[in-house]
């Protein structure tokens, strides 16, 4: 037996014919509707490709349209037509596609100046949103509202704990130590938060108190905190007198309170007998040019202290009157840690040669930066110079070599708390105090 395509079999015999007629009859009618069915499915199925392919059309002539106009206006300004399409065309796109609803137009557009300015490639010039910029100045003043601590993260564990306490702070009197991990400010778990917004949240208003658990090693307990939150001026500038003879001061960073920290700490040396100086700037990564060159007013001798050059080649100098040079011998520690404003100060030191400079290659940040305040309480801050020594050496990128190399050796700083660089520093001085 055979089946055809007219939907019966063309051998049989009696009522089985009749029967296998009527089955034929009710096959071709399906036939007929599911090859109507597929048709019209087929046409669909057309129409849909054709409205996909006239969107992506429309799509790609419109991309095609910012690109040649792009092309075609070269060099173009940030806010020309090219940039705005093509801006709304990826807003469009995070709108529509995005697979998160919740997304912050303000965070986007912070982004978005952000961008623009890291695409410099110097990284050193930046954008501040309001929060930023607010943070940023209480950094340059050197003082701020909050409890006197240093606060730091611990790499391998992600929790911040107190890394230092300034004396005579509420830190200090809440019976706060140095290595007491950070649990949780005001009931808040503090656990996979930047650094930077921790610290945020133990600020605040002066006059207020911020609730801090904490853990303590060796101890089973969390302990709870509240410390007064107070006007806090950063000790930028340590100073100790060894031996009834030999100044040492330690200046961390140069912010505006460093001018008058340095100077009170020489008056007090001074009262009590110097008759050298250690100046100790290791690890200090720079800060304010006019504080720096405020310090240096204090040690050189009558000159320049330190120049800049713009793009331009525009030359702003920075002098010294030599009303207050140090006559008495001089160290200065630095090591590749010391950046900026410090290799402007040990630059000039060196280039005078009214002291000795010990320790290893300084870090080689010759640039300064300056910070525009915008409108609408943010802030620019660009690389607008180059700055030169007095003998006219530019160090960026190649730091201010010392007189004498001498490692530090960490490991025995670490294990015994014995700094050999600053124990060599007090044996050279003391041979220049002979």
Same mark, same amino acid.
Request: charged residues 30%; hydrophobic residues 30%.
């Given at each position: 037996?055979?089946?055809?395509?007219?939907?019966?079999?063309?051998?049989?015999?009696?009522?089985?014919?009749?029967?296998?007629?009527?089955?034929?009859?009710?096959?071709?009618?399906?036939?007929?509707?599911?090859?109507?069915?597929?048709?019209?499915?087929?046409?669909?199925?057309?129409?849909?490709?054709?409205?996909?392919?006239?969107?992506?059309?429309?799509?790609?002539?419109?991309?095609?349209?910012?690109?040649?106009?792009?092309?075609?206006?070269?060099?173009?300004?940030?806010?020309?037509?090219?940039?705005?399409?093509?801006?709304?065309?990826?807003?469009?796109?995070?709108?529509?596609?995005?697979?998160?609803?919740?997304?912050?137009?303000?965070?986007?557009?912070?982004?978005?100046?952000?961008?623009?300015?890291?695409?410099?490639?110097?990284?050193?010039?930046?954008?501040?949103?309001?929060?930023?910029?607010?943070?940023?100045?209480?950094?340059?003043?050197?003082?701020?509202?909050?409890?006197?601590?240093?606060?730091?993260?611990?790499?391998?564990?992600?929790?911040?704990?107190?890394?230092?306490?300034?004396?005579?702070? =509420?830190?200090?009197?809440?019976?706060?130590?140095?290595?007491?991990?950070?649990?949780?400010?005001?009931?808040?778990?503090?656990?996979?938060?930047?650094?930077?917004?921790?610290?945020?949240?133990?600020?605040?208003?002066?006059?207020?108190?911020?609730?801090? +658990?904490?853990?303590?090693?060796?101890?089973?307990?969390?302990?709870?905190?509240?410390?007064?939150?107070?006007?806090?001026?950063?000790? +930028?500038?340590?100073?100790?007198?060894?031996?009834?003879? +030999?100044?040492?001061?330690?200046?961390?960073?140069?912010?505006?309170?460093?001018?008058?920290?340095?100077?009170?700490?020489?008056?007090?040396?001074?009262?009590?007998?110097?008759?050298?100086?250690?100046?100790?700037?290791?690890?200090?990564?720079?800060?304010?040019?006019?504080?720096?060159?405020?310090?240096?007013?204090?040690?050189?001798?009558?000159?320049?202290?330190?120049?800049?050059?713009?793009?331009?080649?525009?030359?702003?100098?920075?002098?010294?009157?030599?009303?207050?040079?140090?006559?008495? =011998?001089?160290?200065?520690?630095?090591?590749?840690?010391?950046?900026?404003?410090?290799?402007?100060?040990?630059?000039?030191?060196?280039?005078?040669?009214?002291?000795?400079?010990?320790?290893?290659?300084?870090?080689?940040?010759?640039?300064?930066?300056?910070?525009?305040?915008?409108?609408?309480?943010?802030?620019?801050?660009?690389?607008?110079?180059?700055?030169? +020594?007095?003998?006219?050496?530019?160090?960026?990128?190649?730091?201010?070599?010392?007189?004498?190399?001498?490692?530090?050796?960490?490991?025995?700083?670490?294990?015994?708390?014995?700094?050999?660089?600053?124990?060599?520093?007090?044996?050279?001085?003391?041979?220049?105090?002979?």
């Amino acid at each position: 037996m055979e089946y055809n395509l007219n939907g019966y079999w063309n051998q049989g015999d009696g009522n089985k014919g009749g029967d296998r007629k009527e089955e034929g009859k009710k096959d071709r009618k399906h036939f007929c509707n599911g090859m109507f069915t597929g048709i019209l499915l087929c046409l669909f199925i057309l129409c849909c490709v054709y409205t996909v392919k006239q969107l992506c059309d429309l799509h790609r002539m419109r991309m095609d349209n910012i690109a040649r106009r792009k092309e075609e206006s070269e060099p173009e300004s940030l806010v020309s037509d090219v940039t705005m399409d093509k801006l709304e065309v990826i807003e469009k796109a995070i709108s529509e596609y995005y697979y998160q609803k919740d997304v912050s137009t303000e965070d986007m557009i912070d982004g978005m100046y952000q961008g623009v300015v890291a695409a410099l490639g110097d990284p050193y010039s930046t954008y501040y949103t309001e929060e930023d910029l607010e943070d940023l100045m209480q950094q340059t003043e050197g003082i701020y509202y909050g409890i006197g601590a240093y606060v730091g993260m611990d790499a391998q564990t992600g929790m911040a704990y107190i890394s230092g306490v300034f004396e005579g702070t =509420p830190a200090e009197e809440s019976g706060l130590r140095d290595g007491d991990v950070i649990y949780m400010v005001n009931e808040e778990p503090m656990q996979g938060m930047e650094l930077s917004e921790i610290v945020g949240k133990i600020k605040g208003e002066e006059g207020t108190k911020v609730h801090l +658990t904490i853990y303590r090693e060796g101890e089973n307990d969390y302990r709870q905190i509240d410390v007064e939150r107070r006007k806090i001026e950063s000790p +930028t500038v340590k100073y100790e007198l060894y031996d009834n003879k +030999t100044g040492y001061i330690q200046i961390t960073e140069f912010d505006e309170i460093t001018v008058s920290q340095f100077q009170d700490a020489m008056a007090e040396l001074r009262s009590e007998g110097m008759e050298g100086l250690i100046l100790d700037l290791r690890a200090n990564p720079g800060g304010n040019l006019s504080a720096v060159v405020e310090i240096a007013r204090q040690l050189l001798p009558e000159g320049l202290i330190v120049y800049t050059e713009d793009r331009e080649g525009n030359r702003t100098e920075y002098s010294c009157d030599g009303k207050h040079v140090f006559d008495k =011998p001089l160290v200065v520690l630095i090591n590749g840690y010391s950046a900026s404003a410090s290799e402007i100060l040990a630059g000039a030191i060196k280039d005078y040669g009214i002291g000795e400079l010990i320790g290893t290659t300084t870090f080689g940040k010759g640039i300064v930066q300056k910070v525009m305040s915008l409108s609408d309480g943010t802030a620019l801050k660009l690389t607008v110079s180059t700055y030169f +020594t007095p003998k006219g050496n530019n160090i960026h990128g190649i730091g201010v070599e010392p007189d004498e190399v001498y490692e530090f050796d960490s490991e025995e700083y670490y294990e015994n708390g014995y700094d050999n660089q600053l124990e060599h520093a007090k044996a050279v001085i003391a041979e220049k105090m002979k």
